[in-house]
T-cell receptor, first 116, second 107 residues
Framework: GAVVSQHPSWVICKSGTSVKIECRSL??????MFWYRQFPKQSLMLMAT?????????EQGVEKDKFLINHASLTLSTLTVTSAHPEDSSFYIC????????????FGAGTRLSVL | GQNIDQPTEMTATEGAIVQINCTYQ??????LFWYQQHAGEAPTFLSY????GLEEKGRFSSFLSRSKGYSYLLLKELQMKDSASYLC????????FGKGTRLHILP
């Protein structure tokens, strides 16, 4: 149980375009989902927390207009990187938690974004 | 401020035992997690400690001392597949991850 699917696993795009990443909880309802960013050999950096049906809470320094998060249902959250630039190239990972409180998180497989 | 410290890298031999330490300073504490992350993959959950003491789960054990702000992950009977990064994470009002410890297993 507790499977989180993330798609796509790898994407290459041109600078200035937008990329959407999907995160789905397959066998549980995810009241809370998290989006992380990870640079090589670095730790996971929390970008934002989203609760179903409400606006995402962004961490300090994360541009909400650039990283659009939508958590429209209990099983789906999306992250859209708008007007992507090479410095946005990174490993993006989502996780989902079945409870309202921060609890054990189940991670998706991650999306490697390369912006040319 | 929030700070989680763990060694950057460790090396151990197949079949041996290794202990990965984690110290933390956070404004609040609601539990400590250990995750395993293979290169290029997402983290997978290993353990969760909220009370002091040792939690054992197969070859992996995790220990917590809240008064000392200290935890360790103990891996026994090491296998080559245990080569990975091990992330210590503390739950305050959100989960904060350490930078991870890259564990290299030698045959």
């Amino acid at each position: 149980g507790a499977v989180v699917s993330q798609h796509p696993s790898w994407v290459i795009c041109k600078s200035g375009t937008s990329v959407k990443i999907e995160c789905r909880s397959l066998d549980f309802q995810a009241t809370t989902m998290f989006w992380y960013r990870q640079f090589p050999k670095q730790s996971l950096m929390l970008m934002a927390t989203s609760n179903e049906g409400s606006k995402a809470t962004y961490e300090q320094g994360v541009e909400k207009d650039k990283f659009l998060i939508n958590h429209a249902s209990l099983t789906l959250s999306t992250l859209t990187v708008t007007s992507a630039h090479p410095e946005d190239s990174s490993f993006y990972i989502c996780s989902a938690s079945p409870g309202l409180q921060v609890d054990i998180q189940y991670f998706g497989a991650g999306t490697r974004l390369s912006v040319l | 401020g929030q700070n989680i410290d763990q060694p950057t890298e460790m090396t151990a031999t197949e079949g041996a035992i290794v202990q990965i330490n984690c110290t933390y300073q956070t404004s609040g504490f609601n539990g400590l997690f250990w995750y395993q992350q293979h290169a290029g993959e997402a983290p997978t959950f290993l353990s969760y400690n909220v009370l002091d003491g040792l939690e054992e789960k197969g070859r992996f054990s995790s220990f917590l001392s809240r008064s000392k702000g200290y935890s360790y992950l103990l891996l026994k009977e090491l296998q080559m597949k245990d080569s990975a990064s091990y992330l210590c994470a503390v739950r305050d009002d959100k989960i904060i991850f350490g930078k991870g410890t890259r564990l290299h297993i030698l045959p």
